[in-house]
């Protein structure tokens, strides 16, 4: 099993920044893509942000120029700071991560979430 456990969630006014943090652990051989994702109340989960292994970024639209992710192999940790924020940004964040992992001294493949940290932007 592959864990995932966000973190640095909270509330903000409109203008301010968070850093949100996910940290991976288990049985992992190998981490590929790692991102960021969001949902809000009545609405989809849609990406936010990715990242490969090599470092190559992609995000959404309504984030370009705002938000930037970053990871730290050594660490199994992508990052993903706000800035900028807007009421609209309000949602739970989910990181997701895909790899592969040791299970039984077996390398298989794995694609986990966490639970999700809470972002409320609101004076």
């Known amino acids: 099993q592959v864990q995932l456990v966000e973190s640095g969630g909270g509330l903000v006014q409109p203008g301010g920044s968070l850093r949100l943090s996910c940290l991976a652990s288990?049985?992992?051989?190998?981490?590929?893509?790692m991102g960021w994702y969001r949902q809000a109340p009545g609405k989809q989960r849609e990406l936010v942000a990715g990242?490969?292994?090599?470092?190559?970024?992609n995000y959404a639209d309504s984030v370009k120029g705002r938000f930037t992710i970053s990871r730290d192999n050594a660490k199994n940790t992508v990052y993903l700071q706000m800035n900028s924020l807007k009421p609209e940004d309000t949602a739970v964040y989910h990181c997701?991560?895909?790899?592969?992992?040791?299970?039984?001294?077996?390398?298989?493949?794995?694609?986990?979430w966490g639970q999700g940290t809470q972002v409320t932007v609101s004076s």
């Open positions: 997701n991560a895909n790899g592969a992992m040791v299970d039984a001294h077996i390398i298989k493949s794995f694609d986990s």
């Open positions: 288990g049985n992992i051989f190998s981490i590929n893509t």
């Open positions: 990242i490969t292994r090599g470092g190559i970024p």
